[in-house]
């Protein structure tokens, strides 16, 4: 049939501009893969990995002879001759190894010069009598903390570490106080298993000491779900990127394919073919074929592509044919009736930068927008007073799965806008040329 051959000669030819091709295909693909890139880590979650903390230890404490506490169920509890041995042992052990790295110091004055030269982020200073005033039940045992102070991360874990221990001592002598106020005198021998129950209970009831100091694990489930949130994030905001792209460039691919029957007219070419044979009828039909298979051809590559570099799951079969062919009719119809309107190409510029450019935005509207209310008002008020608003909602409710009525409802709204579009065009450019 010549309607196909003309269609097919000028598809061709559009095919073979590097700047078409470009604006067909390239352009759309690359706006989406630049936000691809953009959001990707955002919708990973961003993997936080906490710095580890320099702090540096001077455990200075000289034991006591009260210090008979039982810690072998306290990570490190076992090797400790002091309290200030068991608090380098708990600095020291696996569980705490991903939060801090310690180092030490042979005294007091050697560990406030490592962080005032930034050597460390934090000094712990554990004096000479801690164990001593940690058994009397009216001493007061402290430890100084020495920090940098242009940091806050770091020394506030290790301050919250800390304070969880000494709270957990001043517990032990809270118990103990307690008891000897209650206790007659014949259980006093009953001491040493008041301080060990409670140290059972307080410090040691989890297998890991670093759930006691600081809980920085993830769930479980969030372990196993990540993967897939994170696709779902990104895909949630790439596919109505990639959608909004492919619609509006679609329009663009309308107009300007539609626009070769200006330039030919304009070189001549046009007035010489209706001279043959061919019926003027069969050579306008061929010529606004090709803009339909034109169209035709970028949706689909574009659909296909994103599928493949993107993962964007653009819904059920029968329910992307639907909205695609909405797409294509809609842009093809629309580029038709613009041209019909243009005395010449170089109109064309002004008017497809200017009245495309506006009316794809307003289309563009609920896609850019997202999913707050005031989007999803936009997007069905707005957008809705252009067919590429239309085209876009047609193709939103396939990726979101709505029911083939809706999609129908969508479907026939842009019919009307084709043929209506088409018949103006149709119309004009018979007039023009009879």
């Keep these: 049939m010549k309607i196909l051959d003309i269609a097919l000669k000028d598809m061709l030819r559009s095919f073979r501009s590097f700047f078409a091709v470009v604006f067909m295909f390239i352009v759309p693909l690359l706006v989406t893969g630049m936000f691809y890139f953009m959001f990707g880590n955002i919708a990973d979650g961003g993997e936080f990995n906490l710095p580890r903390t320099k702090v540096i230890i001077a455990n200075l404490d000289e034991g006591g002879p009260k210090f008979q506490v039982d810690t072998d169920n306290i990570p490190g509890g076992e090797s400790a001759d002091s309290m200030g041995d068991l608090i380098v042992s708990i600095m020291e052990s696996e569980e705490m190894s991903a939060l801090i790295a310690p180092t030490y110091a042979e005294s007091a004055e050697i560990a406030r010069k490592a962080v005032d030269s930034q050597d460390a982020q934090v000094a712990i200073i554990i004096p000479a009598d801690f164990s001593d005033e940690f058994a009397d039940i009216y001493g007061k045992a402290a430890i100084e903390f020495y920090q940098d102070p242009t940091l806050t991360l770091g020394p506030g874990i290790m301050r919250s570490i800390m304070n969880r221990f000494m709270d957990g001592m001043s517990g032990v002598k809270i118990a103990l106080t307690l008891f000897l106020e209650d206790a007659p005198p014949e259980d006093a021998a009953l001491v040493g298993q008041v301080v060990q129950q409670y140290l059972h209970l307080s410090l040691a009831q989890e297998d890991d000491i670093e759930t006691e100091l600081l809980d920085v694990r993830t769930p479980t489930n969030a372990q196993e779900n990540k993967a897939e949130q994170s696709e779902n994030l990104l895909l949630s905001i790439i596919s109505p990127i990639m959608g909004g792209m492919m619609v509006f460039y679609a329009f663009f691919t309308g107009s300007s394919t539609a626009q070769s029957i200006l330039k030919e007219e304009e070189e001549f070419t046009l007035q010489r073919i209706f001279t043959t044979p061919t019926s003027q009828t069969t050579i306008l039909g061929g010529k606004l074929l090709a803009v339909f298979m034109t169209v035709s051809v970028q949706v689909t590559v574009l659909l296909i592509a994103a599928r493949l570099l993107f993962n964007i799951e653009w819904g059920a079969l029968p329910s992307v044919i639907l909205a695609a062919l909405g797409i294509i009719f809609s842009a093809s119809s629309f580029g038709i009736f613009l041209n019909s309107f243009l005395k010449d190409s170089k109109q064309g510029g002004v008017l497809f930068g200017g009245l495309l450019t506006i009316t794809g ?70 007039k023009r040329f009879a």
């Design 361 to 430: 935005m307003i289309g563009m509207i609920g896609a850019l927008a997202g999913d707050s209310p005031v989007a999803r008002k936009l997007s069905n008020s707005v957008s809705l007073f252009v067919p590429q608003g239309w085209a876009l909602r047609g193709l939103t409710q396939a990726m979101s799965g709505a029911e083939i009525s809706a999609l129908l409802i969508t479907a026939l709204v842009l019919l009307a806008w084709s043929t209506a579009f088409f018949a103006i065009g149709t119309w004009r450019f018979t």
